[in-house]
């Protein structure tokens, strides 16, 4: 707590004052994120190019945010059961792709709903991972630039066919 309380320049007491411990601090910062992220999802429709926006959402808080996001998606090393509403929103944020997914394809089965949920959610997080490591990297190709700039017609193309 001393090392986030230097880096955000303040003492370390007035970390203590707002946060018991480093995880009640770490929960906070995941609670923040993945409300951000539901927050990219409220009012998309079920058109697929409404769809496609909240997805490019997801990618775009990706690379903006890469620390947050990682603490999201990475291993986490937080006992999920003491924070209930973070377990809650963290939820949200997949159940929401869940219902997504099942407006653009109405008619299918939960299994294939969740199916083809799962398969976005890893070409979401995989997109996300190329195009921040050939940006790190200093390999960004036409490909991935222009994946960056068209991220709508990229999930189109890609995931909602």
Do not use: C
């Not at 377990?87 to 089965?109: Q, T, Y």
């Amino acid at each position: 707590m001393r090392l986030v309380a230097k880096k955000a320049g303040v003492s370390t007491s007035a970390t203590y004052r707002h946060y018991n411990n480093k995880n009640d601090l770490k929960a906070e910062v995941l609670r923040k994120g993945f409300q951000f992220l539901n927050e990219g999802m409220k009012g998309f429709q079920t058109s697929d190019a409404n769809f496609a926006s909240y997805g490019a959402h997801y990618i775009r808080f990706g690379l903006e945010y890469p620390h947050i996001y990682d603490l999201m998606f990475g291993n986490i090393d937080i006992d999920m059961t003491l924070y209930p509403d973070l377990k809650a929103v963290s939820n949200a944020s997949f159940d929401g792709l869940v219902e997504g997914v099942r407006a653009f394809i109405p008619n299918k089965s939960r299994k294939e709903i969740l199916i083809k949920a799962h398969n976005v959610w890893a070409s979401v997080h995989g997109i996300v991972g190329i195009l921040r490591r050939s940006e790190w990297q200093g390999s960004e190709t036409e490909t991935t630039e222009w994946i960056k700039e068209n991220i709508e017609d990229y999930l189109k193309m890609t995931t909602f066919s």
